[in-house]
């Protein structure tokens, strides 16, 4: 069963730990950041990147003043990496530096199979993000011989370059996304 599976509004987290004193400090009471605050704390960073990247370089540069395209084949063709590309860049760049946690784009409707659910926990935290708007899924999973704290985090749909990359993508399993709409979710693995 699992114990860390929350149904708290982000905003209700934010609003109590700057109320409670008790909360004022990211550390716990052993002295060391929780790993349930260490994740969120990574996911803000991650979530605001990508979604700076999206509306004002990709999203901008493709459909308001179209002076560029954003593909998959970037490298090759001269164009804008996608952004799910960019944040698997990132996260590989973050995974080589071995600094105890792991992150990943994965969807229920991936275009790229690599960005599939594969574990128990990312199955259930995408199904739990993409049901309860706003809220996150936290866990405790054990992969191999190392335990985790795995917390995932709604991905969505911020641009108009975002809905009409996937829904006009000939792999992809689903042409009906709209703005806002959860697309898949970050997951990030920290090890414990």
Excluded at 111 to 120: D, F, G, L, V
Aim: hydrophobic letters at 40%; proline letters at 5%.
């Amino acid at each position: 069963m699992n114990i860390y599976a929350q149904r708290v509004p982000a905003l209700s987290i934010v609003a109590c730990c700057a109320a409670a004193s008790a909360c004022s400090s990211p550390k716990s009471t052993s002295g060391s950041i929780s790993p349930k605050l260490m994740a969120d704390a990574l996911h803000a960073v991650m979530e605001s990147d990508r979604t700076v990247y999206t509306k004002f370089v990709v999203n901008r540069l493709t459909k308001e003043e179209k002076v560029i395209e954003a593909t998959e084949h970037w490298k090759d063709e001269s164009t804008l990496p996608l952004p799910a590309q960019m944040f698997r860049m990132g996260a590989e760049m973050a995974s080589a530096k071995q600094l105890g946690f792991t992150y990943s784009l994965l969807s229920k409707w991936p275009i790229n199979k690599q960005n599939t659910p594969r574990t128990e926990v990312e199955k259930v935290g995408l199904d739990f993000v993409a049901e309860h708007k706003g809220e996150n899924y936290y866990a405790e999973e054990v992969l191999g011989d190392a335990k985790y704290f795995t917390a995932v985090y709604a991905d969505t749909a911020v641009a108009e370059a975002c809905i009409s990359c996937h829904n006009d993508h000939p792999d992809s399993p689903r042409e009906d996304f709209v703005l806002n709409e959860v697309m898949g979710g970050v997951v990030i693995r920290i090890a414990r």
